[in-house]
């Protein structure tokens, strides 16, 4: 066991049930532990490493910026912020952008802005707004987001929680027609629940949130913190369906697998409630930050990941659906956003346990479903030996 595995159960909070290996260096795909053991990245640190480890466009750009500033804070102005939020803007199709820095942030800044929206646009009476979310969510861990979770391990302990929050279950358009009314402010969505398990909706289910929320006059925000910047197939996961929300969140990948960065982004309408003083992060679209975000939007279309990911995506899951093991329920998923479900009594920890011996890292998601979602720059020779170990673990 590597030293400082000690110290940091010494001296750590308990609150992540941590794989048993010690990384110290990654490139591209690979990850190496202390041992020299090589390993496939397939999870990307939940898709913040989308680019692959230390990719040298990136490691450049962050150097580049860090020689000449690093933080100052949103006080004063910076020369890489400008360009980065008009970059992100004119990607995504949205008028302004919000910088934070953790997905839970982004989220936190999509909540407010649709709160003072409804209060201010749409007139609903002080302190009446609700905002609608569903069921199996998972958009980070602050109070406000727990607030509208429905996984008790996220809430217990931790109450009370926000009101004004409304659970419908997941994939179901009419219950969003049903749960809306004159005080609902918004309806915050993934377009395929990551941590829930990877849970690809009904077809067409965004398009038909996107039409209720229009004719209610309530904003759809969708959370691409996982989905976006390519994993799925598509720039953004709401774009498989020509959906434009009036909102979005970003992060994880937007930092190339290098910093925090993350961002809300909105139509002007929604963007201008904020004034001077009513929001804000030290942090949030720092020097730094702001040069590896942009460059992390430019690589991603330098480099054809989008489509990379798709054919990939497609390839990935053909050759798992070929797998046939008593122990696969289904293989579900949309670009190099991959679940298998497990079936019962298997257990998927101790599957994700078995790879790590054969050298693939992932991560179970509550036990019973296997995620892969590898670098968007994995090659099919690559995933063919994932697949093999994959095969091997399996028997
Ligand atoms: N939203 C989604 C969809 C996520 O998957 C996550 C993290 O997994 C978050 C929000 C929270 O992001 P962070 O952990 O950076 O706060």
């Known amino acids: 066991m590597h030293p400082s595995v000690a110290l940091e159960v010494r001296y750590g909070a308990n609150n992540y049930a941590t794989l048993p290996v010690t990384l110290i260096r990654g490139q591209g795909i690979y990850l190496w532990d202390d041992t020299g053991k090589r390993y496939f990245d397939c999870m990307s640190a939940y898709s913040a490493v989308s680019h692959g480890h230390c990719h040298p466009k990136l490691v450049q750009a962050l150097q580049d910026q860090l020689k000449m500033l690093a933080v100052v804070s949103r006080a004063v102005y910076t020369d890489p912020l400008g360009p980065f939020l008009q970059k992100a803007c004119e990607l995504t199709g949205f008028d302004k952008a919000l910088p934070m820095n953790t997905g839970a942030e982004a989220v936190e800044t999509a909540l407010k802005a649709a709160r003072k929206w409804a209060y201010i646009v749409k007139k609903v009476p002080a302190n009446e707004v609700e905002i609608i979310a569903c069921e199996n969510n998972f958009h980070g861990r602050t109070l406000a987001i727990i607030s509208m979770s429905s996984e008790p391990q996220y809430r217990g302990g931790f109450g009370p929680f926000l009101p004004g929050m409304k659970l419908i279950p997941y994939g179901d358009a009419e219950a969003l027609e049903h749960a809306i009314t004159p005080h609902t402010a918004a309806f915050l969505v993934e377009p395929i629940q990551g941590e829930g398990g990877i849970i690809v909706p009904p077809e067409g289910y965004l398009k038909k949130c996107a039409d209720i929320c229009k004719k209610n006059n309530v904003l759809l925000l969708c959370d691409e913190i996982q989905t976006g910047l390519g994993r799925t197939g598509a720039l953004l996961a709401c774009h498989h369906e020509q959906v434009q929300p009036d909102g979005i969140t970003l992060g994880k990948a937007l930092g190339g697998g ?47 990941l989008i489509t990379r990911a798709a054919d990939s995506g497609r390839y990935f899951m053909s050759r798992l659906q ?74």
């Open 258 to 304: 290098l910093l925090p960065v993350s961002l809300f982004l909105s139509r002007t309408e929604v963007m201008d409630v904020f004034h001077p003083g009513d929001h804000g992060s030290t942090f949030g679209g720092n020097p730094l930050a702001a040069a590896v975000g942009k460059r992390s939007l430019e690589v991603l279309m330098e480099e054809d």
């Open 322 to 395: 070929e797998l046939s093991s008593p122990r696969i329920k289904e293989v579900r998923g949309k670009g190099l956003f991959i679940g298998i479900e497990i079936n019962k009594p298997y257990d998927a920890h101790e599957l994700c346990l078995k790879l790590l011996e054969k050298g693939v890292l992932t991560k179970d998601t509550h036990k019973t479903v296997l995620r892969l979602a590898p670098p968007l720059v994995i090659t099919r020779e690559e995933i063919d030996e994932v697949v093999e170990i994959i095969r091997q673990v399996l028997k």
